[in-house]
């Protein structure tokens, strides 16, 4: 359909090296998109790069810390003058910490929000004035479940995406006027490196208790991938999603509408 090609638009999927944002750049670029990526070291820029040329997919990768506000300015209007001007920027790059609250210090909660909330808000600032002068743009946040939810030693993680939700919101209701479209992508439990520790088997092959939770808690009964992402990434990338603005949608497998098995 052509409310949904992205041909002739530039992607910057911020952290797409791999796994999620990965996944969103491959998609955009099936769906005809120019790829832009960042990450925060040379080698894994080079792996991305890798990666893409495996898939047939010509990608533009740079070294940049998304935290550093003078640098992604510097990013951004090399992106410009080398790539073109940003039509789509998914803000992906993001970590988490698995630790207590109370065996969490200042400083680790303080990372977790700076790449987490902070730069999202660093390159969408950088990126709007050029859409305002384009005349469109489409931001995707990639929020998380846990901005809806708590759960044991995410605080920090669930803090910082409770934060992007309503910034999604906030630059949607800010830029909403000029044609922008800002939304978010909330991903349930996603097999990637990042949560590859909580699907370890254990030593007698049985699953690991998070894993079994998991699977248990989620109606599709298993964990997503970063291929369930990819149409819904599309979807608000593309002039499908003209009307659709400061909605986060939540690609979770149905674990938000649960409440549970009734024990029997």
């Given at each position: 359909?052509?409310?949904?090609?992205?041909?002739?638009?530039?992607?910057?999927?911020?952290?797409?090296?791999?796994?999620?944002?990965?996944?969103?750049?491959?998609?955009?670029?099936?769906?005809?998109?120019?790829?832009?990526?960042?990450?925060?070291?040379?080698?894994?820029?080079d792996k991305g790069l890798?990666?893409?040329?495996?898939?047939?997919?010509?990608?533009?990768?740079?070294?940049?810390?998304?935290?550093?506000?003078?640098?992604?300015?510097?990013?951004?209007?090399?992106?410009?003058?080398?790539?073109?001007?940003?039509?789509?920027?998914?803000?992906?790059?993001?970590?988490?910490?698995?630790?207590?609250?109370?065996?969490?210090?200042?400083?680790?909660?303080?990372?977790?929000?700076?790449?987490?909330l902070n730069a999202p808000?660093?390159?969408?600032?950088?990126?709007?004035?050029?859409?305002?002068?384009?005349?469109?743009?489409?931001?995707?946040?990639?929020?998380?479940?846990?901005?809806?939810?708590?759960?044991?030693?995410?605080?920090?993680?669930?803090?910082?995406?409770?934060?992007?939700?309503?910034?999604?919101?906030?630059?949607?209701?800010?830029?909403?006027?000029?044609?922008?479209?800002?939304?978010?992508?909330?991903?349930?439990?996603?097999?990637?490196p990042q949560t590859a520790?909580?699907?370890?088997?254990?030593?007698?092959?049985?699953?690991?208790?998070?894993?079994?939770?998991?699977?248990?808690?989620?109606?599709?009964?298993?964990?997503?991938?970063?291929?369930?992402?990819?149409?819904?990434?599309?979807?608000?990338?593309?002039?499908?999603?003209?009307?659709?603005?400061?909605?986060?949608?939540?690609?979770?497998?149905?674990?938000?509408?649960?409440?549970?098995?009734?024990?029997?």
């Amino acid at each position: 359909m052509v409310n949904f090609s992205l041909e002739g638009k530039v992607a910057l999927v911020t952290g797409a090296s791999y796994g999620i944002g990965f996944a969103i750049a491959t998609a955009f670029a099936q769906a005809g998109a120019t790829i832009v990526f960042n990450d925060i070291k040379q080698e894994l820029v080079d792996k991305g790069l890798a990666a893409y040329k495996e898939k047939g997919i010509n990608a533009h990768g740079y070294v940049c810390d998304v935290t550093n506000e003078e640098a992604v300015n510097a990013f951004v209007a090399q992106v410009e003058k080398e790539v073109g001007v940003i039509d789509i920027l998914v803000n992906n790059a993001g970590i988490i910490k698995r630790i207590p609250m109370c065996d969490m210090t200042a400083a680790q909660f303080r990372q977790v929000i700076d790449v987490d909330l902070n730069a999202p808000f660093i390159v969408s600032k950088a990126v709007i004035p050029s859409m305002i002068k384009k005349g469109h743009g489409k931001i995707i946040n990639i929020c998380s479940m846990m901005s809806e939810l708590g759960r044991e030693t995410v605080s920090a993680y669930a803090a910082a995406k409770g934060g992007l939700k309503m910034l999604t919101r906030n630059i949607a209701s800010e830029y909403g006027e000029f044609n922008i479209q800002c939304n978010g992508i909330g991903p349930g439990y996603i097999a990637t490196p990042q949560t590859a520790p909580l699907r370890e088997r254990q030593a007698d092959g049985s699953r690991h208790p998070f894993d079994a939770f998991i699977v248990a808690k989620t109606p599709a009964a298993r964990w997503g991938t970063p291929e369930d992402l990819m149409g819904p990434a599309v979807f608000l990338a593309s002039d499908a999603s003209n009307f659709v603005n400061g909605h986060v949608l939540y690609v979770d497998g149905g674990i938000l509408a649960y409440i549970g098995k009734q024990p029997k």
